[in-house]
């Protein structure tokens, strides 16, 4: 049986959104449903479940929704470790300092190992924390960070939105290229895959649901294997149908 572990990123659990589409009511707790689900095949179990930063969208998010997304992480029958994204700021309710009640154990201080493959992972840092550090990072086998590499403008499409600035992003993947065999990365809602000259192999899996109009409709979680080969797994999401609309007649049509 092949060994495998899951990464996610990007849930952004929120419930400010339900106030102008109730439509969109528990989308989130829905996607990372589907993701615990995913770890608990009695079949195909996993070794550890890594979420990848911004699992919420801010950090005064209501007890009852934590309580919800503690309720479904505490489901998981594999490990849950976790780094934080720029929207957590503190955000320490998946933790609640260990013991009895931890759903989720931060990987910067937890680095594990998955069939002999070291996992460590680092928190979101300003570009200016990252440049002060970036030279004495470890090397592993799978790095997980969060943050906007420099190398998505093109990709997203904001090279004359970001002309001149050629240190748009929180860090620039060549930082880590040689440091790690596979970089597993959120803050980027779209699934973006990149390989760095010295063969780092970067992921990121992209949202798990639609919560910007903006966004990609397919939404993914990836797993790893002990090959360190990266399979995408969809999200099964409500339809959405997109359209470019300019005239009346567009919008009759």
């Not at 919800?68 to 490990?79: I, M, S």
């Given at each position: ?26 989308d ?20 550890a ?101 420099d ?13 001149g ?64 080969n ?24």
């Open positions: 049986m092949s060994r495998h572990i899951v990464f996610c990123a990007d849930l952004q659990a929120r419930e400010s959104v339900y106030k102008y589409d109730r439509d969109l009511r528990y989130d707790i829905a996607a990372i449903e589907q993701v615990v689900r995913y770890c608990n095949d009695r079949d195909n179990p996993c070794d479940l890594v979420l990848g930063g911004d699992q919420v969208d801010s950090p005064n998010i209501s007890d009852n929704h934590v309580i919800q997304l503690r309720r479904v992480l505490r489901g998981c029958t594999a490990p849950v470790y976790y780094i934080d994204g720029n929207h957590e700021k503190g955000f320490r309710r998946l933790e609640l300092e260990g013991g009895a009640a931890c759903v989720a154990h931060p990987l910067e201080d937890n680095p594990f190992e998955f069939c002999g493959l070291k996992v460590m992972g680092y928190n979101w840092r300003s570009r200016r924390d990252w440049e002060k550090i970036k030279d004495e990072i470890q090397l592993t086998d799978i790095l997980v960070l969060h943050g906007f590499a190398q998505a403008v093109i990709e997203l499409g904001l090279a004359t939105a970001t002309a600035n050629k240190d748009f992003g929180d860090f620039n993947l060549g930082w880590f290229d040689g440091k790690c065999k596979l970089c597993l990365m959120g803050d980027i809602h779209k699934y973006l895959h990149f390989k760095g000259e010295k063969g780092t192999e970067f992921y990121y899996p992209g949202s798990m649901w639609m919560h910007k109009a903006n966004e990609p409709t397919d939404k993914y979680f990836i797993t790893v294997d002990q090959d360190l990266v399979t995408q797994i969809p999200l099964e999401t409500r339809p959405f149908i997109k359209a470019d609309i300019y005239t009346e007649q567009d919008m009759s049509d």
